[in-house]
């Protein structure tokens, strides 16, 4: 039998290879849906770090004094952002936080929270993301396209509207719900804590507080809204004993849709 390398078994290159392959696991992920190259993904990979968060804790601060630090990929999760003129704004995976353009204008001031209890995405420096840009202009074009995105959304979800409180709440847990993993782990009948799937999908980790402060209703505003959601079918009813706080089952996601447009 062939003696092993020592150096090739040893504890600390199986955690660099570990976190290698989390790193490729999260890169892919991520632009998944933006079909880059693998040459592109690869560079990207060489430049980014996994990093799992856990609730209440800090994800991101942006800030003039540390502009030039890094940006956060967020793959899965809840954020809750906190804008330097007041606003409060929730972010679901696939949502990239940081100012990497050396604009003098942007969210400075801006942090983000994380809601759910737990998260998973990479980090990149800043320095790094600028060096990618200029070798793969693929990337620069799916960042450039991303933050169109990150726009859009903002206006749709969070900008003047006079749709009713219940649209605007609908459309917001549709969106958290579309970047949401359908699991969840509670307690069964017998207190042992087990995973479950959601066959329509769930929104982990806001609470109702957080709901009212990202639309700027009232909390009593926003727990009537839920409450007509579950009603016409769109979220499920509440179980007496189960897991209540901070996860909101959908039931129907066509009616949820509907109810968004204001059907």
């Avoid at 330097?84 to 929270?113: D, I, Q, S």
């Amino acid at each position: 039998m062939p003696l092993s390398d020592p150096e090739e078994s040893s504890p600390a290159r199986a955690h660099d290879a570990r976190a290698r392959r989390a790193t490729r696991r999260a890169v892919e992920a991520f632009f998944k849906p933006y079909g880059l190259p693998d040459d592109t993904l690869d560079a990207v990979v060489s430049r980014a770090r996994a990093r799992w968060w856990r609730r209440e804790g800090t994800c991101y601060r942006i800030s003039r004094r540390r502009m030039s630090s890094r940006m956060v990929f967020l793959n899965e999760g809840c954020v809750r952002e906190e804008r330097p003129t007041g606003e409060v704004r929730l972010w679901a995976g696939g949502t990239a936080f940081g100012e990497w353009t050396g604009a003098k204008t942007g969210p400075f001031g801006a942090t983000g929270t994380m809601l759910s209890s737990m998260a998973w995405g990479f980090l990149i420096p800043v320095a790094d993301v600028n060096d990618l840009v200029v070798e793969h202009g693929d990337l620069l074009y799916v960042l450039a396209r991303m933050g169109a995105e990150h726009t859009h959304l903002a206006e749709e979800l969070y900008g003047v509207t006079r749709r009713s409180p219940t649209c605007r709440v609908a459309s917001l847990l549709r969106y958290l719900a579309s970047r949401t993993a359908p699991t969840y782990r509670t307690r069964d009948a017998g207190g042992q804590m087990v995973v479950r799937v959601s066959s329509a999908g769930l929104i982990e980790g806001p609470t109702q507080a957080d709901l009212a402060d990202a639309l700027a209703l009232g909390r009593a505003t926003v727990e009537k809204s839920l409450a007509q959601l579950r009603e016409c079918g769109a979220l499920k009813k509440q179980i007496p004993g189960a897991r209540q706080n901070r996860l909101y089952e959908i039931e129907d996601g066509d009616i949820l849709r509907e109810v968004a447009w204001g059907a």
